[in-house]
Structures are given as C-alpha cells and as structure tokens.
C-alpha cells in the first residue's frame, strides 16, 4: 500500500503544471550555472596547471553544481510538499483517507516517498549534467557519488520537513509559507556554525557542505536518518490526532 501511496502522489506530481513549471525553471537555472561554471574552469586551466596538486573538474564544477541544486532544494520542496497533506484537510478527503485499512505509517511513509522520488528526478537530472563532463575527461567518481547520497538525503530530509508542515494546516500557502520559513531558518542556522562551531552538528547543510567535499562521515548520515525519522514520526503523531474521536 505504501507503494500504491507513492505511486498516487507521483501521477498527481506529474498531472500539476506547477511541477512541471519548477522541474523547467529548475533545469534552466542549474544549466545555466553548469556551463558558467565551466566556463570558469577552462579560462583558469592554465594557471591550474602550474599546481602540484591542482583541484580537478569534479571539484570545480560538480561540487558547486550540487551545491546550487542543494539550495534551490531547499526552497522549492516546501512549494510541492504543500499539498501533500493540508489539500487533503481542505478538500475534507483526510477522514476518509484516514479511515482506511491502513496504518498512519503506511500512509505517511507513500506520501513522503513519492515527493521523495520526484526530488531524486530532479537530483538525477543534476547528476546527468555533470556525468556529461565524461565527453571531455576523466572525473572524481568518489567524489561525485557521496555529493550524490549527500543531496539524495538532504532531499529526504527537507521532504520529511514539508510534509510535517503539509500536516499542520488546511491550507497549501499556509504550509508552503511556513516551510519556506523553516528553510530560511536553516539556511540562517547554516550561517551561523560558522561562526559558532556547537552549532556546526545542528546545521543541516553543514553536514551536506561535507559530503559536497567527499567526506562520508557516518555520523552526517546518522544525522540525516535522524532527521528525516524525526519529522515523519511527528507527522504520524499530528494525523493521530485527528484520527481520535
């Protein structure tokens, strides 16, 4: 049933024109930055050249691309996670649903995967830019698949987030407002470690900043696990409570 979930949330997905308008803009912005950043790469070779260890097209290129798209992850999935739960509320379809012969777990878990694996379309088409990078030399593969699992679960992270907020309200601007919201707020967290380093666990994109550099730590992963479970587990526990009579 979780896949039935999924599977729904897709098709709705790819039936919005909303979806479809950010994964066109999406495309733009990140081909945009993709060719500037080459561009930049090749004007600067020649100086690279005279490095004992100069940084390769993967470290020049790939990693800020997946930084770009780490950010604009960061404010569009709010926007498609908005829906998820509050049109439900709205369109008074959510007792229904919740009626079903189906676990709170189970409905929250389809929902979230299939926001989760129409971000991965978007992260995969990132991917794709840079593996085109192949035509013209060797790259960094290890660097460039833990920047990968970096954004893969960095988009779990922030689709746990939107759905928790989608569970909060009747109202999709409500929830897109109040997740754009908690982005910045991350965003500004991810400001602050760096000048205060306590804070440097807490920040989310902190821990992506270092898989961005090829540092799989398994305590980054933990701390992306952590955070995704969290927000799901508290979006369960708010649809339980308007499940009770």
Partial sequence: MIATIAAKELRILFASPLAWIILGVLQLLLAWLFLNQVDAFINVQGQLLQLANPPGVTEMVVAPLFGATAMILLVITPVLAMRLIAEERRNHTLPLLLSAPLSLGAIVMGKFLGLWLFLCLLIALAAAMALALLAGGPLDIGLLLVGLLGLVLLAACLAAL???FSS???HPAVAAIS???AAL???LLDIASQEI???HALSLLQHFGRSNRGLLD???VGY???FTATFLVLTVLRLD???LP
């Fill in 168 to 170: 909060l309200t009747a």
């Fill in 218 to 220: 398994t305590a980054d």
């Fill in 197 to 199: 380093a306590p804070l």
């Fill in 179 to 181: 997740g754009i919201g």
């Fill in 241 to 243: 409570r308007d499940r």
């Fill in 224 to 226: 992306f696990l952590l």
């Fill in 162 to 164: 939107g759905l928790y």
């Fill in 185 to 187: 707020g991350l965003w």
